[in-house]
């Protein structure tokens, strides 16, 4: 089984939309908001959420630093096998949030993390793509959305089976 912890912003929470940037960082132990859109790419995976984090867009830009330490502080007290930063669509504010988070976690606890977004997020990808893995995905409404979440799902369970991704990541990511 694959341990998965999600990082959200406060949309993908299901915590509120662009009118609340200032939603404090939280979580829950279990699979919350945006999850039950790739429910069955986890289960196909053998993978299971054990812990949803948030924070709202606005406060994780008020405080990068704290915020990304308090996020990898948390991916060690939940002991994921991979953390999935996303899915952003074309959320660039959270695009940057979910890149920068995925880097600290992967730098600060050694636990694979990565993020997925969509090409319309350039900021966060040409900043951090040399440094995190960032899968493609389609803007919201976009087609192709369960192609990615299903490669999302497929590349949390090669990076827990420490498979080479070097092949899926060329035809995946950015």
Do not use: W
Request: proline residues 4%.
């Amino acid at each position: 089984m694959v341990k998965v912890m999600m990082i959200f912003d406060q949309t993908q929470a299901g915590l509120g939309g662009k009118e609340s940037p200032d939603l404090p960082m939280g979580g829950k132990p279990m699979a919350i908001g945006a999850c039950g859109m790739f429910d069955r790419f986890l289960d196909e995976n053998d993978g299971q959420v054990v812990a949803t984090l948030y924070c709202g867009d606005g406060t994780y830009h008020a405080d990068t630093e704290t915020t990304t330490k308090k996020f990898a502080a948390m991916a060690k007290k939940f002991q994921p096998d991979v953390v999935i930063c996303g899915p952003c669509f074309n959320y660039a504010s959270y695009a940057i949030m979910a890149a920068h988070t995925a880097k600290v976690i992967k730098d600060l606890t050694g636990i694979p993390a990565f993020a997925i977004m969509a090409e319309e997020c350039t900021k966060a990808i040409e900043d951090y793509k040399q440094q995190v893995t960032i899968l493609k995905m389609p803007k919201k409404g976009g087609i192709g959305l369960n192609e990615a979440l299903s490669a999302m799902c497929v590349y949390a369970k090669m990076l827990y089976e420490k498979q080479d991704t070097k092949a899926f990541e060329q035809e995946y990511a950015y």
